[in-house]
């Protein structure tokens, strides 16, 4: 029994640190771009990087730079290898070739030098991967005790600060059953910010969700962007994509098409397949079809 919650115990403090992230306002020292006249520094790097699944060639020699304090939105249609991207980043799947830097350092290829690394580079799934015999609290603190190995009290305070900052502070004592996917998606992200990342991966986080939940979950991550995180996000929200973005990377068929300010991208896109990718979009906000 007690090897089990051992277990239990390690897959928490990894999945923590997979989503792992700080509060707002503390992640912003460490992700904020550089001052005037100086050269951005380069947080995330994919360098000519391909992954297969079998014989499936998923990501074709991918090159992408990402600034510190940047907020690059991935899009792209289904299967064009947006989530495999996100993935790779903190090496929830390997790559056959290539190279991935994060704040100057190499992805480690396993044990505990992986383990150190997910807790700089926090994620958000699609689905919460909450623990359903924990409460709020304990989700959200589990990480920081036994990854970041901060003591239970200031644990708990730090949760319920980042609980607060997501509106739920009010609910740290339910279990996730007793939430709604929108609320449970928050305490998640509350989740990744305690482990105090440099980056933030978000991987479709709301495509899961009942739609009225949709933005209470957009609205956290914008406050986020505004603090100054580094952050990727893959989307298929494409007026958020607008607003929130300092770049709109197009992917389509494993490759990179586009990279621009999403002014540039969603008003005058490059690519016929760009183009006819933004023909087939409702956008849901009326001021974006201009």
Same mark, same amino acid.
């Given at each position: 029994m007690s090897n089990n919650i051992a277990e239990q115990a390690d897959e928490a403090a990894t999945r923590a640190a997979t989503q792992n992230p700080d509060a707002f306002a503390a992640a912003a020292p460490s992700s904020a771009p550089a001052g005037i006249g100086k050269a951005p520094k380069k947080m995330i790097e994919l360098i000519d990087v391909d992954k297969y699944f079998g014989s499936l060639h998923v990501l074709k020699h991918v090159n992408m730079t990402i600034n510190a304090g940047e907020v690059v939105v991935v899009i792209g249609p289904s299967g064009s290898g947006k989530s495999t991207l996100c993935r790779t980043i903190n090496r929830l799947e390997t790559i056959q070739s290539g190279s991935i830097v994060v704040d100057d350092k190499e992805i480690p290829a396993e044990g505990r030098a992986l383990a150190k690394f997910r807790a700089?580079?926090?994620?958000?799934f699609q689905q919460f991967n909450l623990f359903a015999n924990k409460t709020v609290l304990q989700n959200v603190t589990l990480?920081? *005790?036994? *990854?970041?190995?901060?003591?239970?009290?200031?644990?708990?305070?730090?949760?319920?600060?980042?609980?607060?900052?997501?509106?739920l502070k009010d609910q740290a004592h339910k279990y996730p059953a007793q939430l709604s996917g929108g609320?449970?998606?928050r305490v998640a992200i509350a989740r990744a910010l305690a482990m105090k990342p440099k980056a933030l991966l978000f991987d479709e986080p709301t495509s899961a969700l009942d739609p009225e939940m949709v933005q209470e979950v957009l609205d956290v991550i914008l406050a986020l962007a505004k603090e100054g995180l580094t952050m990727v996000i893959v989307t298929h929200e494409m007026a958020f994509a607008r607003?929130?973005?300092?770049?709109?990377?197009?992917?389509?068929?494993?490759?990179?098409?586009?990279?621009?300010?999403?002014?540039?991208?969603?008003?005058?896109p490059k690519t016929e397949r760009a183009r006819n990718f933004l023909s087939m979009i409702s956008w849901h906000n009326p001021s974006a079809a201009a």
């Open positions: 700089e580079v926090g994620m958000v990480g920081p *005790v036994k *990854v970041r190995r901060l003591k239970k009290s200031e644990a708990e305070k730090l949760a319920l600060q980042l609980l607060d900052r997501v509106g609320q449970q998606q607003d929130v973005a300092d770049r709109i990377i197009f992917m389509n068929d494993g490759e990179i098409l586009e990279d621009a300010p999403p002014e540039e991208f969603f008003q005058a």
